[in-house]
């Protein structure tokens, strides 16, 4: 019985110097998998390099499988076994860079130094590559089908003067396959279900994948089993495709990972494209962080060191790769690297957390969670603040401050405090049983619609009452109610307010609605009422769940809705009488200030020394725009996050 040899990489021979894997040739996908390894300087090559780059997940976090590398052992994971047979010439070698073959992979001590030295280089590696295999995983049932289906989409959405401007499918072929196509739906149950499949594979979903990708480019083969396609086009095709079939929850995740790679590669043409005359001065945006913290890695320092060289190429000065460092240590210095270089707040958007977090400064996002923002935006924590052009603070930026570990120096003004709130308890899921949901926010609406109309007998009060609880969608706009068609524009705003003020409505009719309210009440399941809630909570939710949806309009149905869609926003009313919404974390005395480099207003909450933590950002009437932003800005004051 023979001992077993294990292959141990040599030291390379200068920090500049890469591993390539030489995958020797084989008739058979059953002969064992041969390969060497050799060195190369990667100072000296230039695109195209002499190597490919494989894409891909490992799947288990040791290799269990072995290869033989140098005529000795070297155990790589099954998802890296696989990707290697499907890669496997039969009579040539190919030349690779696959990181779990050629970085040294063991723990501690010189491997560790080289896999940290390594990640350095890792944007360059795959940028100078040929071509850069994505490795799916393997085929399945319809996957053939699938990818036939996905290149016609691509296909489907040029002009069809376009479609031979490429040497692939003829004019004839693409009219046949868009023929069956447009006649599949008996088939697209097994096609959907494949397509939520592919979809679903983990390397959509995890960090490394996404800066070798995006630092390729087009230069992209993806390949599933057999089956392959160019990435430019499989990216078009997955897109289309989500609309056809009934996995949007699941789909969309992918689709927000597909819009940050290109967002990623905006950023980073616009880099290259910098005159050299001029500085380039990264922009904040914040598709790419949301998709970055929604990515999966085992280690959770590889949030941040498995786009490490996207970020530096950004211009952003960010830790280089140190397993040593804590995740607090390197999460802060990454948020105050981007606080700095981008001059912008804007990851605050991510800091809002529904429960406080002790190990992270208040004004660091936990990269190593998830925020969920995509299958049911309107319960996400950040994306009312998304794309609707505040500039609370006249556009201005962060500057270079004393730094000072766990504390952000900051200038700013303060507006009030928190004098009033409302608001029901956190809703993680739009799932399950809706109306004890809609109960609480119905409630949480009618206390401060009723503080509001007991404080504020101003009657131009309504424009801004209407602003802020709508103000998620400033696009809906109430129509005027017409006394003389009282129910049809039941659901208009000027009449849902009206409600909220039962008992004491101005013009709605309570008996008529008590009678509706009774009604609507008998047809519930028990289980779903309190028989001793107040009506006017009942009758609240039977306008939120389009209750005679047919008689009433499109803009007229659509504001309960969006009303009850930002159930995670309490509503609140400051001391100095502003009409607030904000993330249900906010409380009473938190102070509400601006800060230079926030788009929008935030909730503060002192500490007791002088110091504030961040609460969440908010949307404070009347201030969105700059109003309350001081000319002169010697009357900014010194606020300090911790």
């Not at 990181?99 to 795959?126: H, M, N, P, T």
């Not at 739906?185 to 995006?214: C, D, M, N």
């Not at 079939?245 to 290109?262: K, P, V, W």
């Not at 409380?587 to 230079?596: E, G, I, M, R, S």
């Amino acid at each position: 019985m023979t001992n077993t040899q294990f292959y141990h990489h040599r030291p390379l021979s200068s920090p500049r110097f890469i591993r390539v894997v030489d995958l020797q040739p084989a008739r058979s996908s059953k002969a064992p998998i041969k390969c060497t390894l050799s060195e190369v300087d990667l100072d000296s090559l230039a695109f195209p390099a002499p190597y490919e780059a494989l894409s891909y997940v490992w799947g288990d976090r040791v290799g269990t499988i072995p290869v033989m590398c140098h005529d000795k052992q070297l155990l790589v994971t099954p998802n890296c076994r696989d990707a290697l047979l499907q890669l496997r010439k039969s009579s040539r070698t190919r030349r690779l860079f696959i990181d779990a073959i050629c970085i040294d992979q063991r723990e501690g001590g010189s491997s560790q130094e080289e896999r940290e030295q390594q990640i350095k280089l890792i944007g360059q590696v795959y940028a100078k590559a040929a071509k850069v295999n994505i490795w799916l995983g393997p085929s399945r049932k319809f996957t053939s089908r699938l990818f036939k289906l996905m290149k016609v989409m691509h296909w489907r959405d040029k002009p069809k003067e376009h479609w031979f401007a490429d040497p692939g499918p003829l004019h004839a072929v693409v009219k046949r396959a868009i023929s069956i196509h447009d006649n599949m739906h008996s088939k697209s149950s097994s096609l959907g279900e494949e397509f939520r499949q592919v979809a679903e594979y983990p390397w959509f979903t995890r960090t490394w994948t996404i800066q070798e990708q995006v630092l390729a480019g087009d230069a992209c083969l993806v390949l599933c089993g057999n089956q392959q396609m160019r990435w430019v086009v499989f990216r078009s095709a997955l897109d289309s495709l989500r609309f056809l079939f009934d996995f949007s929850a699941i789909i969309n995740g992918t689709a927000e990972n597909l819009r940050s790679r290109i967002a990623l590669k905006y950023e980073l043409n616009r880099a290259s494209k910098q005159d050299p005359a001029t500085s380039y001065e990264p922009t904040f945006n914040i598709a790419i962080w949301m998709a970055t913290r929604n990515l999966n890695s085992t280690i959770p320092q590889d949030k941040i060191f498995g786009i490490y060289n996207l970020i530096t190429q950004l211009g952003i000065d960010v830790p280089e790769p140190d397993y040593s460092m804590t995740e607090a240590d390197l999460y802060e210095k990454t948020t105050r690297a981007i606080i700095l270089a981008t001059g912008s707040l804007g990851l605050l958007m991510l800091c809002t957390r529904p429960d406080s977090d002790e190990n992270l400064p208040s004004w660091v996002p936990d990269w190593s969670t998830k925020i969920s923002t995509i299958a049911f935006p309107d319960l996400g924590v950040i994306n009312p603040f998304i794309n609707k052009d505040y500039d609370s603070a006249k556009d201005t930026r962060v500057t270079q401050r004393a730094i000072q570990q766990g504390i952000l120096s900051l200038k700013g003004v303060i507006i009030g405090n928190i004098d009033f709130l409302s608001g029901p308890p956190y809703i993680e899921m739009l799932d399950g049983d809706t109306y004890p949901r809609f109960y609480a926010f119905a409630d949480a609406c009618r206390r401060w619609c009723q503080r509001v109309a007991s404080s504020s007998p101003d009657p131009n009060v309504m424009d801004a009452v209407r602003r802020t609880l709508l103000f998620m969608f400033p696009r809906v706009s109430a129509p005027e109610y017409e006394a003389q068609q009282s129910y049809d524009k039941f659901a208009s705003f000027d009449a849902w307010y009206d409600l909220m003020l039962y008992p004491d409505c101005a013009f709605l009719n309570v008996a008529d609605l008590m009678a509706r309210a009774e009604r609507h009440r008998q047809s519930l399941n028990p289980r779903n009422w309190d028989p001793q809630m107040d009506p006017s909570v009942e009758l609240i939710s039977l306008i939120f769940n389009g209750y005679d949806r047919k008689r009433l309009d499109e803009p007229q149905n659509e504001i309960p809705y969006t009303i009850a869609s930002s159930a995670n926003y309490a509503l609140m009313i400051l001391d100095t009488g502003h009409f607030v919404r904000g993330f249900y974390g906010c409380k009473q005395n938190d102070v509400v200030a601006l800060l230079a480099g926030s788009e929008v207003p935030v909730a503060l909450r002192p500490d007791g020394s002088g110091r504030c933590k961040f609460v969440a950002p908010l949307y404070v009437d009347g201030i969105m725009f700059g109003e309350a932003w001081p000319e002169d800005e010697s009357e900014l004051v010194d606020i300090v996050l911790v």
